[in-house]
């Protein structure tokens, strides 16, 4: 069997099949760019991370997209408090975002467009969303999406037009011809920078940020594209109306078939699988500003070790809410401890070997190998992956394969175990850099040289069988958090 991947437009995992024979193409969400990254941005660009992978891994070609969203209310308003500019605030950020992504050993996609070179695609599927009669422009000058005029909105959320309309505060109808009505062009407003200000044919104004992702897919992939991913929380109303747009927009869809027919008539497809990855809770509780529980990447690569990070969001499933606590990365920690101890009990050759520490992440975490997935613990794990890219069971796997590393010091073992988590970014660094690396360590007082010494000091002692003192060298050691392992080979240390 192949791979299934959970399709939200259906709500069921569905056996894959790309719509061209070998070749992938994948739309994600991306950032919208006015402030550093947070763990719900990490935890989704993780999780097609670990998507754009396995399709690799499992022969495709892959052709992903994840955008950059460069102009947003947001952005306007935090580059106007900063007294930057506009573009100066987001080419900020966007180094930024690369910053964290590399760290988290996150491949880069094939291209990550910006917003704001896309304006002309914009404009042009406005004025075909115009010309079929799925946009209206309002007296203050916004052009607005259409919703009821389109046969099928709420699909993808499961909701009815009826329950939508529900949950809409239909007093702020401002010129609106429906409260479900969404916003494609915002004209100009006299306060805002001039840079946010584009001249059109509607006026001078900029995109709304529905349009922008629906006129980037298009203008990169074409129409229809494999996969469609992003955040829980975009499933609605951001995915909602970018099928509405897109398909709308098509050559293929009319009006008035949709307004003769009782039924949702048929029509292009902008996407054939929605993705969409679980939200993160920390300490059980929404992160959220005001709650005070909000956390970007740096904050906690302050305190914890990237690869940690990365391998306590890869064990839980993409699709489930995933609960940060200190708890939690200090279990994550402990276990990615034991699977690269497992590495450092048999030494692979310069060929098998690992990644250069002073390389960056990304080059450590993107080695291509090759797998025997006929070997019974790499035909499991390719089990799992393909179910849905099942994660967790995968690294069950890995532990197994650890266990029988840890018994008998195999080589073709040990190589599998490395191999195998590279597939998910995962364990192509040196162990004992691993496992002495101070990144997140609860005490970086002492330095790999000085610790040498003590370990030094400790052996002279040992040799002089003055016992007393080679314990509490240990000891001193130990309340550092060094932990010391004695072998016949020598003593190894690792920090706790």
Not at 143 to 165: I, Q
Not at 413 to 420: M, R, S, T, W
């Amino acid at each position: 069997m192949g791979l299934r991947i959970y399709n939200t437009l259906r709500r069921g995992v569905e056996e894959f099949t790309p719509l061209s024979d070998g070749h992938v193409r994948m739309y994600v969400c991306g950032m919208t760019v006015y402030d550093y990254c947070h763990l719900g941005h990490a935890r989704s660009m993780i999780a097609f991370d670990i998507v754009q992978r396995w399709l690799k891994e499992s022969g495709y070609k892959v052709t992903y997209v994840r955008n950059i969203t460069d102009i947003d209310d947001k952005i306007i308003r935090r580059a106007v408090e900063n007294k930057e500019s506009i573009r100066s605030l987001t080419n900020r950020m966007i180094e930024a975002l690369h910053e964290d992504s590399d760290a988290l050993g996150i491949q880069s996609p094939t291209l990550e467009p910006r917003a704001t070179d896309y304006i002309p695609q914009m404009l042009s599927m406005i004025d075909t969303l115009k010309e079929k009669g799925l946009a209206y422009q309002t007296k203050s000058g916004d052009v607005n999406f259409a919703v009821r005029k389109f046969g099928g909105y709420g699909k993808l959320s499961g909701k009815s037009l009826d329950e939508l309309h529900a949950g809409e505060r239909v007093a702020v109808l401002d010129d609106k011809e429906d409260p479900l009505d969404f916003v494609l062009w915002k004209s100009a407003k006299s306060d805002e920078p001039e840079e946010v200000k584009w001249a059109s044919h509607y006026g001078a104004g900029r995109p709304g940020w529905h349009i922008e992702c629906s006129a980037m897919s298009l203008a990169e992939l074409g129409m229809p594209i494999d996969i469609h991913g992003g955040g829980a929380d975009l499933q609605f109303p951001h995915h909602e109306n970018e099928i509405a747009q897109s398909e709308g927009a098509s050559s293929h869809y009319s009006v008035q078939d949709h307004l003769n027919s009782s039924n949702t008539p048929s029509h292009a497809q902008f996407a054939k699988v929605w993705m969409h990855n679980g939200f993160i809770n920390v300490d059980n509780e929404k992160m959220s500003k005001s709650l005070g529980n909000f956390f970007t990447i740096r904050d906690v690569l302050n305190l914890y070790d990237a690869e940690t990070v990365r391998f306590f969001v890869v064990r839980s499933h993409y699709r489930s809410p995933l609960n940060y606590s200190n708890v939690h990365l200090d279990d994550a920690k402990g276990a990615l401890k034991r699977l690269y101890t497992a590495l450092s009990l048999v030494p692979l050759s310069d060929t098998q070997g690992f990644a250069n520490e002073q390389a960056s992440s990304a080059q450590r975490f993107d080695q291509t190998v090759n797998i025997d997935w006929l070997n019974p613990y790499a035909a499991r794990f390719k089990v799992a992956m393909d179910e849905d890219f099942a994660t967790p069971e995968a690294v069950s796997v890995l532990f197994e394969l650890a266990g029988e590393v840890n018994r008998t010091h195999s080589p073709e073992l040990a190589l599998l175990l490395k191999n195998l988590g590279g597939t998910l970014g995962l364990l192509q660094r040196n162990p004992k850099e691993f496992l002495q690396s101070d990144a997140g360590a609860k005490d970086k007082d002492l330095s790999p040289q000085e610790i040498q010494t003590l370990i030094d000091e400790r052996a002279l002692a040992k040799k002089n069988k003055d016992f007393a003192l080679a314990d509490k060298i240990r000891a001193d050691l130990a309340a550092k958090h060094i932990i010391l392992k004695d072998s016949p080979q020598g003593t190894q240390w690792e920090r706790g």
